[in-house]
Nanobody
Framework: QMRFVETGGGLVQPGGTLRVSCVAS????????VGWYRQFPGKERELIAT???????VYSDALAGRATISRDNSKSEVYLQVNKVKPEDTAVYYC??????????WGPGTQVTVSS
């Protein structure tokens, strides 16, 4: 069963750059569209960036123009970089398939806090 482990994040200064990474287990990563989701306290996880198997990308309005999602199929990894971060980018960040395959569990996520 595919599993995800997110790393990176931590404390980031407003206006700085957020970088998070995710590694997936299993051998089918390269055949799946994957993305980054984030969750605010008391809210559902929301999809914020997608990278398709062939590399095309889609971003939510909240990240448009500030974010880059990429993937390395040889490592089964997906990355997210967000520039010019704001306090409202503070959240727990998760990676998963797009659309989310409910049979696959969420990873632990990685907390990102934007604060001076």
């Amino acid at each position: 069963q595919m599993r995800f482990v997110e790393t990176g994040g931590g404390l980031v200064q407003p206006g700085g750059t957020l970088r998070v990474s995710c590694v997936a287990s299993g051998s089918v990563f390269r055949y799946l569209d994957v993305g980054w989701y984030r969750q605010f306290p008391g809210k559902e996880r929301e999809l914020i960036a997608t990278v398709r198997t062939h590399g095309s990308t889609v971003y939510s309005d909240a990240l448009a123009g500030r974010a880059t999602i990429s993937r390395d199929n040889s490592k089964s990894e997906v990355y997210l970089q967000v520039n010019k971060v704001k306090p409202e980018d503070t959240a727990v960040y998760y990676c998963h398939t797009v659309p989310r395959r409910r049979a696959l569990p969420w990873g632990p996520g990685t907390q990102v806090t934007v604060s001076s």
